[in-house]
């Protein structure tokens, strides 16, 4: 198993994977929609997207974004979303993800990683705080939704 870097030719099987990822959370099939946002953000430049390979099957990936902190004049990444598929689940290949994502971080001199996730995700809470994720206990997210 490796994590590699995705490339534009990558992206049509990734948006498969993307896909699922997406049902996962609710949203309803749509393959072409996955890829056109997955193009879009390889087009853009504005994220970093890793994928984890098992025997050339994609089995899971990460996306960062980077952002910027105002009070540090420093750059970060938001760890926005991290998925493995169902079958290659505990086998370490979440952990690989994160750890290639704090690795290109640390290269890319960032102040840190961030990331938010369901209240009631335990089993990433755990890992996350495995590898090293300090919980937040200081702010609280609002979102003001637009759509």
């Known amino acids: 198993m ?4 995705a490339a534009k030719e990558d992206l049509h099987q990734l948006a498969v994977l993307f896909d699922e990822y997406r049902q996962f959370y609710g949203a309803s099939s ?5 890829y056109q ?24 990936f990460v996306l960062l974004y980077q952002a910027f902190s105002s009070v540090s004049c420093e750059t970060y ?4 979303d991290v998925y493995v598929t169902p079958s290659f689940r505990k086998q370490g290949s979440a952990k690989q993800l994160i750890d290639t994502a704090i690795l290109f971080a640390r290269h890319e001199n960032a102040q840190r990683i961030s990331l938010e996730t369901q209240r009631n995700n335990y089993q ?13 206990d200081e702010f609280k997210t609002f979102h003001c939704f637009l759509k």
């Open 2 to 5: 490796i994590v590699k870097r």
């Open 77 to 80: 990444y938001i760890l926005d």
């Open 37 to 60: 946002f997955l193009n879009h953000r390889f087009e853009n430049k504005d994220s970093v997207i890793f994928i984890h390979v098992k025997d050339e099957i994609f089995t899971g």
């Open 30 to 34: 749509n393959v072409a929609q996955s």
């Open 124 to 136: 990433s809470h755990q890992l996350y705080e495995k590898m090293g994720f300090i919980h937040d």
